[in-house]
């Protein structure tokens, strides 16, 4: 069976991740600080975003993959 969600779900926590760090990183957290800035709360959301469709796209196509397969025998 081809699957998707081995590529789909790592490449999903690494965008995860990235916007994390992003988001940190601009707000300067890592400085002790913490402004309060608009594009970086919006780069959060993206990364959420982009997590959550990543991997509910890896599940539909795995199921539309099996469907499509169909019994074989």
């Not at 913490?34 to 959420?48: H, S």
């Amino acid at each position: 069976m081809k699957s998707i969600r081995p590529i789909a779900i790592p490449a999903a926590v690494i965008v995860l991740v990235l916007c994390v760090y992003a988001f940190l990183l601009g707000n300067k957290v890592f400085e002790g600080k913490f402004e309060n800035e608009p594009i970086f709360w919006y780069v959060l959301a993206k990364g959420v975003f982009c997590f959550v469709s990543l991997i509910a796209t890896a599940r539909i196509l795995d199921v539309l993959i099996d469907r499509l397969d169909g019994p074989r025998g």
